[in-house]
């Protein structure tokens, strides 16, 4: 069993939750237990022992970031949380988390936030073996091609979702839901390499900005994520 802190993660998007829970073991030997959802966590939770922080999203279905800290600081009150979020602006956490970060949050940013408030030295603590990760979600995939895989099915549900996403935006919510999906899009497209998603989601979420045309990015960013998800 790994020696290093217990972090639990929580976040509805199955590539971010294999990509924390990645860096997490390989960046500081964490044992590291993902969840789904603020339900699955607070079900969870009287199983897990010692928990020396929590890493959450904030927009989730059901129960968003700031409903499950404040449940988990009335049971945890000196728990370190982490809100990880795309939202542009920060919501009001009250005194229920310690930081909020917004995604994209590279590596080299968010370890050595996790350690300061863990009160852990800095520098990395890589893990001899990796780190199991338990409960929850099914766990996470360790190998490069593994988690790219796993991020392009990932893929495949946002373009699924596009054409709704852009309808939709035509409302104020709808329009902060897909500048928020962009926005995330942008921010994880490039740890898997994939360039192009990261220009068309820009371009796209620039022209919902400037209330400019918006069709042929639409289309751009559609054909970036069917060839990042062709076989």
Not at 177 to 206: M, W
Request: net charge negative; hydrophobic share 45%.
């Amino acid at each position: 069993m790994s020696d290093g802190p217990h972090i639990v993660v929580v976040d509805d998007d199955p590539s971010i939750l294999t990509l924390l829970s990645t860096t997490l073991k390989a960046g500081m030997g964490a044992r590291v237990t993902a969840f789904a959802s603020g339900e699955e966590a607070l079900a969870g939770w009287g199983a897990l022992g010692t928990v020396s922080l929590v890493l959450t999203d904030y927009s989730m279905p059901g129960m968003n970031g700031v409903e499950l800290a404040t449940q988990l600081r009335a049971l945890s009150p000196q728990l370190p949380i982490i809100m990880l979020s795309a939202l542009e602006q920060r919501v009001n956490t009250g005194d229920a988390v310690a930081l909020w970060l917004t995604k994209p949050c590279p590596p080299k940013r968010l370890l050595p936030e996790l350690r300061k408030l863990m009160g852990l030295p800095d520098g990395p603590r890589p893990s001899p073996s990796p780190a199991p990760v338990s409960a929850g979600s099914p766990v996470p995939a360790s190998h490069p091609v593994e988690l790219k895989a796993r991020y392009q099915e990932h893929l495949s549900g946002v373009l699924q979702r596009l054409g709704a996403l852009v309808a939709a935006a035509d409302s104020e919510a709808g329009e902060r839901a897909l500048r928020d999906q962009l926005h995330q899009l942008a921010g994880t497209a490039g740890s898997y390499g994939f360039r192009g998603i990261i220009e068309a989601s820009l371009t796209l979420r620039g022209a919902i900005i400037a209330r400019g045309p918006r069709e042929e990015a639409v289309e751009a960013l559609r054909r970036a994520i069917e060839e990042a998800v062709a076989p």
